[in-house]
């Protein structure tokens, strides 16, 4: 399994941007599907951002659309989530994901490895 390791949560205001990131071990990052998921306090883990394994594909959630970016770097063993025009309700514990998923909506079954999770509070 592949071990993953999350950064760059924090404290932002509402409309400001925040960009995580997920560092991946291991040789073969490149044969696995990433993807952000996160937990609001009293709610289930939710889905957030997926991209397949070369990036041709890639799923959002329909309320981070058009606002949050997941990206992956092969060269870094690395994928990142730009979250932009932030918002009270993008308050959760965010967690980076590995697994495999191609040509269709991921689901949490997908994924087999999670990092421990890093917290991304906004502010109103």
Known sequence: QVQLVESGGGLAQAGAS????????????VTYAMGWFRQ???????????????????YYTNSVKGRFTISRDSTKNAVYLQMDSLKPEDTAVYYCA???????????ADFGSWGQGTQVTVSS
């Not at 609001?40 to 890639?58: D, L, M, Q």
């Not at 590995?98 to 949490?108: D, K, L, N, Q, S």
């Open 18 to 29: 925040l960009r995580l990131s997920c560092a991946a071990s291991g040789r073969t990052f």
């Open 98 to 108: 590995a697994g495999w998923f191609g040509r269709r909506y991921p689901v949490t």
């Open 40 to 58: 609001a306090p009293g709610k289930e883990r939710e889905f957030v951002a997926g991209i397949s394994t070369t990036g041709t594909y890639i």
